[in-house]
């Protein structure tokens, strides 16, 4: 997941609960629509949805591969939920893009997952 790091609380545990918070998925909009989430959020998609584009909304794919992405988007986070085939490349893109765009990176899968805010 990437994050708006201008909103998350910095200490780990009021974190979760805020993590928990934004994927109880109740904002009352379509997830699909990068238009609702920051310019930086949107900016990290646009690069992100290259190598791994979306399985829904608008911009979806018609590719029928591994690549095709759930992406779904709030307005201070975008979860993405990756095929296992693809997940360590992903992980790494996802990371990278983060920083690239100076937007908070969580590594979800891990059980004591990385949360990263840009330096």
């Not at 608008?58 to 992405?69: G, K, Y």
Request: a negative charge.
């Amino acid at each position: 997941m990437v994050f708006d790091p201008d909103i998350a609380p910095r200490e780990r545990a009021d974190f979760l609960r805020w993590y928990e918070r934004q994927t109880q998925w109740s904002e009352g909009h379509s997830y699909n629509d990068p238009a609702i989430t920051s310019a930086s959020l949107q900016a990290w998609f646009d690069d992100m949805r290259t190598h791994f584009p979306p399985m829904n909304g608008t911009l979806a794919s018609d590719l029928d591969d591994s690549t095709v992405t759930d992406h779904c988007i709030g307005r201070h986070v975008i979860y993405s939920a990756f095929a296992w085939s693809v997940a360590e490349g992903a992980h790494k893109l996802m990371r990278e893009l983060a920083i690239k765009h100076r937007v908070g990176f969580y590594d979800v899968s891990a059980d004591e997952g990385e949360v990263l805010f840009p330096s």
